[in-house]
């Protein structure tokens, strides 16, 4: 975890900000004045417009790692834009991170619909019936659930439940439509959510 600061010298974040937490003291010995957004470079002395970025957990201190609108950008955002003249090209904004703050929200949302999505995929019961003829018969059909028992404990297509309610004396009051993942009232009055 380093910055880059813009005469391309790399220091490691802990250290650089009580550096500049020491340079913002007021002392006698000091030769150049920093103004109020502006820090120096330990290294070669430059002095650089721009705070250092805020990370979480650290105090706020004005001029030093506040306000973010003031900080420091040294990367380039690196999303490659999807329409327009600049299409297949990189953004190129500046920020201090590897993306601007637009792209970075568009990341953030894409990582929690991909999550979501994965979610969804590992908790979708498939379909405990068995096949009788053809091709795939003896296996386990593995479709997607619409049905479960009051129980939760068994679910079935729609294809395999008809022919469960057929073959044996289950009556449909005692299966609960778990389609689109609605709350159904079933008619023995028993909630079910899935």
Known sequence: DHLTLECKHKFNY??????VVS???????????????QIKCPYCRKVQSGVLPY???????????WPPEAVYKSNF?????????????????SCHNK????????QEKRDLKNKEKALLKNNNPKCLGIYTSGMKKGQQCNAKC??????GSQHYCSRHLNK???????????????????????????VQSI
């Not at 990370?55 to 790692?65: H, L, M, Q, V």
């Not at 601007?100 to 929200?105: F, I, L, M, S, V």
């Not at 004396?169 to 159904?184: E, P, T």
Request: glycine share 4%; aromatic share 8%.
């Open 14 to 19: 802990a250290p650089m900000f009580e550096e």
């Open 23 to 37: 340079q913002k003291k007021p002392t006698q010995l000091e030769t150049t004045r920093l103004k109020k957004n």
């Open 55 to 65: 990370r979480e957990g650290d105090k706020k201190y004005i001029s030093i790692n």
């Open 77 to 93: 955002c690196s999303a490659i834009l999807k329409t327009g003249k600049r299409k297949n090209e990189n953004c190129g904004k």
């Open 99 to 106: 993306f601007c703050n637009r792209h970075q929200k568009l």
């Open 146 to 151: 619409k049905w479960q028992n009051i129980l």
């Open 164 to 190: 469960l309610w057929k073959t044996t004396n289950f009556k449909q009051k005692d299966w609960v439509n778990i389609s689109n993942n609605k709350i159904i009232q079933n008619p023995t009055n028993t």
